[in-house]
């Protein structure tokens, strides 16, 4: 078993905040919906230094850890949220994923997910790369 790291919590100013709320809400069903699709939630919110990944997860069928970017939106009025993420997004997850897997000395595979959601659509998107 993997160890699990503690949760980072909305400070009440946050809460109040729409965007921080609303992703808060949308990290919450990303995580209920990858529990549904048989992966284990290791930590939220794990970041270092200025650099963050809102869930990791290990998923036991490819024994793979999984670094997990949520994009909430309420519409797609301004696009697909997961077009949020890109090329240096992409760099800071492999910049945390590293030292996550060098703090705790695991030497598994790991991958990069994208969860969308739009007015509590899910759509999961796996093993995501881009092409430098």
Known sequence: MLLKSKKKKLTPKQQKLHNFSLGHRGEKEAAAFLISQNLEILTTNFSVKNKEVD????????????????????T???GHPSQAVDQHKLANLKYVAKTFMNQRNLNLDYRFDIVTIVDHRIEHFENVTWNS
């Open 55 to 74: 869930i990791v997860a290990f998923d036991p069928q490819t024994k793979e850890v999984v670094f997990v970017e949520v994009k909430s939106r309420e």
């Open 76 to 78: 797609g009025y301004y």
